[in-house]
């Protein structure tokens, strides 16, 4: 039972709702810095119009060219500004790149032009499979008629699978050209470069189903390379595990009517 969809909404100003505590911290960034930026955007509005309307049929414009006090005043107040910026997002930063030892699993993410494969490294087995992007006369086989859940240009055929509350690790790479594995609700943004090997982790708290895209210019079909992950409980996650390295698409049908 998918119990949130993650994806951009219409007429949608803001960031998508965090889904991860990495997501959460940039949602609280943003936040902070939207309250530091707007009064001096106000500022700035009632300076630009203020000025404007005391030289109107002025022909001589007053100008200052020495002030000490102005100078240092404009000096001072920006770094205080960006030293309160600062701090928080080295924070942020460093939460985000920082490695945990432990994580429940690890996943291998490899980029193609144009769709991913998945490679689950388990200590007894391991299987990989593609997940390319959802066509129009699939929807019906893959039972994914749902527009909903499963929206135009975003749904895929098979979804990256990962467990709710444990802590994930991604191996990302390309097999061809530059990609970027970006899914907004995690916070998440980050090369698949060939020959090298990047890594991430994710944890998310929700389960359901959260959607990105490849999120650099790859080719002709970079708009056709979504990237959908279903989260789910660890029991279900297990299940789930067993089925799919014997019968993926069994698997898969199991899980989408709950």
């Not at 996650?237 to 989408?256: E, Q, S």
Request: net charge positive; glycine share 4%.
């Amino acid at each position: 039972m998918v119990t949130y969809v993650g994806k951009p909404r219409d007429w949608q100003t803001g960031l998508q709702r965090s889904a991860t505590p990495v997501m959460k911290q940039i949602n609280q960034l943003m936040s902070f810095t939207n309250v530091l930026l707007f009064p001096i955007l106000v500022f700035v509005v009632i300076a630009i119009v203020t000025l404007c309307v005391k030289n109107i049929g002025n022909n001589v414009v007053s100008q200052t060219n020495k002030n000490l006090p102005l100078e240092i005043m404009w000096t001072i107040i920006p770094i205080m500004i960006l030293s309160c910026i600062c701090e928080p997002s080295f924070k942020a930063l460093k939460y985000q790149m920082s490695q945990k030892r432990l994580p429940f699993i690890t996943i291998k993410v490899t980029a193609h032009q144009w769709y991913w494969n998945y490679e689950y490294n388990l200590i007894d087995y391991r299987f990989n499979y593609n997940s390319n992007i959802l066509k129009p006369h699939q929807r019906i086989e893959f039972k994914k008629t749902n527009l909903n859940l499963y929206p135009e240009l975003l749904a895929t055929d098979y979804e990256l699978v990962v467990p709710a509350g444990r802590v994930v690790r991604l191996l990302i790479t390309s097999g061809d050209v530059i990609h970027g594995f970006s899914v907004p609700t995690f916070g998440l943004k980050i090369d698949a470069i060939p020959g090298k090997l990047n890594d991430a982790w994710i944890k998310v708290i929700t389960p359901g189903i959260y959607y990105g895209q490849c999120s650099e210019f790859c080719g002709k079909d970079h708009a056709f390379m979504p990237i959908a992950v279903r989260t789910m409980s660890q029991e279900r996650f297990n299940k789930w595990l067993k089925m799919a390295r014997n019968n993926l698409d069994n698997a898969f049908n199991v899980i989408r009517h709950g």
